[in-house]
């Protein structure tokens, strides 16, 4: 089967970051922090963020369903540096948050963990560590976003030629631009946090390690992905 590769890899980062969409917010009940939700049905999974996410699922799938991305690895400097650093991001997230999880006492990643849903339900389920650090880290879009576009940064990949990227690209920025308006921007002029960021000062934000990794990682993408969306590569 003709490029069965770029389908695979379509197919699986297709799958991750939908589970992420699916998953989010439960997880925001879980760690009580949905209180700025709108109160009508499934108000959950209506706003802007998840508007970028289908952009980018569905340049996933056309990619599956028409291949055009190019694996060839581009040696230009910058570009591995971009995908180097979003591939660290990516791994710190994995190791602290997943594996080593120091602000949890006696925390393993072959253990488990009982949580409530919704909240005051009196439903509790318990999962192991694994499934709970899949769909809560490897899935949550600063380590899926990092491993994904931190690999085709470093490829020959372009928009000028692969359609099923540029769609990507442009689900990406508006992901972007939609955070930093309404996460960054919000926050620091009004210090009114919304969702993890509620009940937070300036400061602590500043001081918090998660907070770094998510801003310079989207930061990155949203300079790469615009510059790809308006210039491309250079093709040899």
Do not use: C
């Not at 769909?135 to 020959?156: A, Q, V």
């Not at 955070?179 to 969702?195: A, D, Q, R």
């Amino acid at each position: 089967m003709e490029k069965i590769k770029n389908r695979i890899f379509a197919f699986f980062f297709f799958v991750v970051i939908l589970l992420w969409v699916l998953w989010q917010p439960v997880w925001t009940n879980v760690i009580g922090k949905d209180a700025n939700l709108p109160p009508y049905p499934y108000s959950n999974y209506i706003h802007p963020f998840n508007a970028a996410f289908l952009i980018v699922l569905a340049g996933l799938l056309y990619e599956v369903y028409r291949p055009t991305l190019n694996f060839k690895f581009d040696k230009n400097w910058k570009w591995i540096s971009i995908g180097i650093f979003l591939f660290a991001i990516a791994i710190t997230v994995i190791f602290v948050d997943m594996i080593w999880k120091p602000y949890e006492s006696n925390y393993s990643v072959l253990g488990s963990r009982t949580f409530e849903f919704p909240r005051g339900s009196g439903h509790f389920y318990t999962w192991s560590n694994l499934l709970w650090g899949f769909l809560t880290t490897i899935s949550m879009e600063t380590t899926s976003f990092s491993l994904l576009f931190g690999f085709l940064f470093m490829t020959k990949s372009t928009p000028q030629v692969s359609k099923s990227y540029k769609i990507m690209l442009i689900g990406v920025a508006a992901f972007e631009v939609i955070v930093f308006l309404m996460n960054y921007v919000t926050f620091f002029v009004s210090e009114i946090g919304v969702s993890i960021y509620a009940g937070l000062t300036r400061m602590e934000l500043l001081t918090a390690y998660w907070f770094h990794w998510d801003f310079w990682s989207e930061l990155v993408i949203l300079v790469s992905a615009i510059w790809l969306i308006r210039k491309g590569k250079k093709l040899l």
